[in-house]
């Protein structure tokens, strides 16, 4: 996954792509990255430790391959490294989805 990411976002287009082509390209990328190991194969984890454990190595192993990171981690497990984060320093919330929506400000309150 990770020189299939590096071939993908070093390709020679990749920056002058549209904003929601290059968006596809790397939720492809993440869903890629999510999809194994299958749950069938799992057996002394539970998902959300397996999605850990695959955020963590992401990180690890990109740090481990360039002096310079890459946006590897990110792009691919950026919801787990941020979860990882935020339960590190003890103090976090958790909300849905249809909840954090309704954290935008309409732009006739901004001004």
């Known amino acids: 996954m990770y020189r299939q990411h590096s071939e993908g976002v070093r390709h020679k287009n990749f920056t002058n792509m549209v904003i929601e082509r290059r968006q596809d390209r790397l939720r492809n990328m993440s869903s890629a990255f999510a999809s194994k190991p299958t749950p069938g194969t799992i057996r002394y984890f539970s998902m959300t430790d397996v999605a850990r454990v695959r ?7 990109d ?20 979860l990882i984060k935020s339960q590190a320093h003890g103090s976090f919330k958790a909300c849905t989805s249809a909840f954090y929506d309704k954290f935008s400000m309409r732009s006739s309150v901004l001004g």
Do not use: E, I, N
Not at 55 to 61: F, L, P, R, V, W
Not at 69 to 79: K, L
């Open 55 to 61: 955020a963590s190595y992401a990180y690890h192993y």
């Open 63 to 82: 740090w481990t391959q360039k002096s310079s990171p890459t946006r590897f981690p990110w792009d691919v497990a950026m919801r787990d490294l941020g």
